[in-house]
């Protein structure tokens, strides 16, 4: 194993990892928002948002990640005519591609919450969103940390699929350095350690969060 060459590399790699972990974040972030209201379409009672968004679901769950960043940075500019932007159609894909795992994870924290929480705030004179948002999706969100969790680690590996639309994230960068030098081995040893760091630290942030809000209802029911 040349150290000295995985010294060398390693400024360049890390500064690719950023960007790994920046188009993950950005991608989550996008999920998260539409995951939430996909999940509220799904339980609404209201035939047409559940069907909206049950298709939704199953297209971008049964559909590998990749066809489906091939088709927003190739596909629809063709069929839209406009120019893509590689890190926006990858940012792209890997939100919606998340918001469709979001979805069911939020749509099972909810069903989780007993259902005579609703009723009671509904008694109380709240309306069906104002329940959902002060009483059922605090909870609903609390449940579903750990799920959103390894839905974030799974996003930031699978966010190296962007490397087919050029976008110079860690596997893109470590791909064009192996291009220049036959020390492969040096080059995918260190990625592969770079990944690692950085799921073991949403790894420990989540378990981290999950602890503190652990210890506040533990607190609020002890007061």
């Known amino acids: 194993m040349r150290w000295d060459f995985i010294i060398e590399i390693f400024p360049k790699l890390l500064r ?8 993950t974040i950005a991608g989550i972030s996008i999920g998260i928002v539409i995951g939430l209201i996909a999940s509220l379409m799904r339980i609404s009672g209201i035939k047409l948002f559940s069907v909206i968004a049950k298709i939704y679901v199953d297209f971008f769950r049964g559909t590998p990640l990749l066809v ?17 932007v590689a890190i926006v159609s990858g940012v792209i894909a890997l939100g919606i591609n998340s918001g469709a795992y979001v979805a069911e994870i939020f749509r099972a924290g909810i069903q989780s919450i007993d259902k005579g929480q609703m009723e009671a705030a509904r008694s109380l004179g709240m309306t069906w969103g104002q329940a959902m948002r002060y009483i059922i999706l605090p909870q609903a969100f609390k449940v579903s940390i750990p799920p959103l969790g390894n839905e974030f680690i799974a996003l930031l590996k699978d966010s190296s699929l962007v490397s087919i639309i050029a976008v110079e994230e860690l596997m893109t960068t470590g791909r064009l350095i192996m291009g220049k030098t036959p020390l492969v081995a040096e080059i995918w040893f260190s990625v592969a350690m770079l990944y690692l760091v950085m799921t073991s630290t949403i790894a420990v942030l989540v378990n981290y969060v999950e602890r503190r809000l652990q210890i506040g209802d533990s607190s609020q029911k002890s007061a």
């Open 68 to 84: 489906q960043i091939a088709i927003i940075h190739y596909a629809l500019p063709v069929i839209f005519d406009y120019v893509p």
């Open 16 to 23: 690719a990892s950023v960007l790994t972990l920046e188009l």
